[in-house]
C-alpha cells in the first residue's frame, strides 16, 4: 500500500552541526518526492524536491539524497541555524496520481544554540 | 512573495454543525486542494480540484465534505454535519500546474474544534 515513513520522530542539533533526516516509502510507483518544513501554526513549506530519475539534487543549505534500491529518502541541512527548528515531512507523488500528494508521519528537529 | 490566505484562522462549532472554511488561492494557480491536520499527526489528503471539478478525493472526504468554488477567488471546504474527529487543522493549498517544481503553496491553515 502507499505509505510513507520516517526512522526517527525527534532530532536534537548543535548549531552549525549537520543534521540528516530520513525517510523510507513503500510505493515503488512513487515517482516524485518532497520535502516540507513545518513551522509552529504555519502550514508546510516547500523545500526541496526530486525526482525518481536523480539520486540527489541540492539547494541552499540542503541536499536530498534517493536510494531507490531501498525506497529511501534523506535531508541534510548543512550548518544547522536555530530558525531550522521545525518539523520536517518527506512526501511523495505517484505517477498514477498527480493531484495528490502523501505525507509521511513527520520529525520534529530542534537545533540547540 | 504570493500566499494562499484561509479564514478564519481558528474556528469552534458544536457537534452536527456545518461549517465552511475559505481560502484565497494564489491569482495565478489553476489547481486547488485541501488538507488536514489532526493535532500531531501527519498531514492527510482529503480533495484536489481543477476546472472547477474535483479531480481526486480520498476515503477521508465522505459526503459530509464538499469544495466549490464559487467565485474566482474563493475556494472553499463545507462540512454539513460536523463530528469530533472532523477536529483538525485544515490546510488550503493550490499549484499553478500539477507537480509545479516548487510544489504546491500552502496557506497557514484554519483551526476547526468541534465541541
Known amino acids: 500500500g502507499e505509505s510513507v515513513g520516517l526512522h526517527l520522530p525527534t532530532l536534537s542539533v548543535q548549531e552549525g552541526d549537520n543534521s540528516i533526516i530520513n525517510c523510507a516509502y513503500s510505493n515503488s510507483a512513487s515517482d516524485y518526492f518532497i520535502w516540507y518544513k513545518q513551522e509552529s501554526g504555519k502550514g508546510p513549506q516547500f523545500i526541496i524536491d526530486?525526482?525518481?530519475?536523480?539520486d540527489k539534487r541540492q539547494g541552499q543549505r540542503v541536499t536530498v539524497l534517493l536510494n531507490k534500491t531501498v525506497k529511501h529518502l534523506s535531508l541534510q541541512i548543512a550548518a544547522t541555524q536555530p530558525g531550522d527548528s521545525a518539523v520536517y515531512f518527506c512526501?511523495?507523488?505517484?505517477?498514477?496520481?498527480?493531484?495528490?500528494?502523501?505525507f509521511g508521519p513527520g520529525t520534529s528537529l530542534s537545533v540547540i544554540p | 512573495e504570493p500566499e494562499v490566505t484561509q479564514t478564519p484562522s481558528h474556528q469552534v462549532t458544536q457537534m452536527g454543525q456545518e461549517v465552511i472554511l475559505r481560502c484565497v488561492p494564489i491569482?495565478?494557480?489553476?489547481?486547488f486542494y485541501w488538507y488536514r491536520q489532526i493535532l500531531g499527526q501527519k498531514v492527510e489528503f482529503l480533495v484536489s480540484f481543477y476546472n472547477n471539478e474535483i479531480s481526486e478525493k480520498s476515503e477521508i472526504f465522505d459526503d459530509q465534505f464538499s469544495v466549490e468554488r464559487p467565485d474566482g477567488s474563493n475556494f472553499t471546504l463545507k462540512i454539513r454535519s460536523t463530528k469530533l474527529e472532523d477536529s483538525a487543522m485544515y490546510f488550503c493549498?493550490?499549484?499553478?500546474?500539477?507537480?509545479?517544481?516548487?510544489?504546491?503553496?500552502f496557506g497557514s491553515g484554519t483551526r476547526l474544534t468541534v465541541v
Open positions: 493549498a493550490s499549484s499553478e500546474a500539477l507537480r509545479d517544481i516548487n510544489g504546491y503553496t
Open positions: 491569482s495565478n494557480h489553476l489547481y
Open positions: 512526501a511523495e507523488n505517484i505517477g498514477t496520481s498527480y493531484d495528490k500528494v502523501i
Open positions: 526530486i525526482r525518481s530519475n536523480m
